[in-house]
């Protein structure tokens, strides 16, 4: 999986392309914890380049969300389309996390 990260005025991006599972949980983790480090108050995940995600980044988003809370800052989900949209929904997602 590649992970581009930027920081705009008061919002920073992950940017996801590619495959989100378990063998790129280390590349998350180091990403999100960059992003964490920003000033920015809210930290969007960009999924619209991203072709397949299992369990475990769900569960990798919801730990990543609660170290975001925990931080004072909001995680926003974007842009998932196809089969990420609807494992979101399938999932219930947006009971957890914001996605717009």
Same mark, same amino acid.
């Not at 920073?12 to 992003?35: E, K, M, N, P, Y």
């Not at 480090?37 to 299992?54: F, N, P, R």
């Given at each position: #999986? $590649?992970? %581009?990260? !930027? /920081?705009?005025?008061?919002?920073?991006? *992950?940017?996801?392309?590619?495959? &989100?599972? &378990?063998? /790129?949980?280390?590349?998350?983790?180091?990403?999100?914890?960059? +992003?964490? %480090?920003?000033?920015?108050?809210?930290? %969007? *995940?960009?999924?619209?380049?991203?072709?397949? #995600?299992?369990?475990?980044?769900?569960?990798?988003? @919801?730990?990543?969300?609660?170290? +975001?809370?925990? +931080?004072?800052?909001?995680?926003?989900?974007?842009?998932?389309?196809?089969?990420?949209? !609807? $494992? @979101?929904? $399938?999932?219930?997602? !947006? /009971? #957890?996390?914001?996605?717009?």
């Amino acid at each position: #999986m $590649l992970i %581009q990260l !930027e /920081t705009k005025e008061s919002c920073t991006t *992950i940017a996801l392309h590619g495959q &989100f599972v &378990f063998d /790129t949980h280390r590349d998350f983790r180091d990403a999100s914890t960059r +992003a964490l %480090q920003e000033a920015s108050q809210e930290i %969007q *995940i960009d999924l619209s380049k991203l072709g397949y #995600m299992d369990s475990s980044a769900l569960g990798m988003l @919801l730990v990543f969300n609660d170290k +975001a809370k925990d +931080a004072g800052k909001r995680v926003v989900l974007n842009n998932g389309q196809g089969e990420i949209s !609807e $494992l @979101l929904k $399938l999932t219930r997602m !947006e /009971t #957890m996390l914001a996605i717009a």
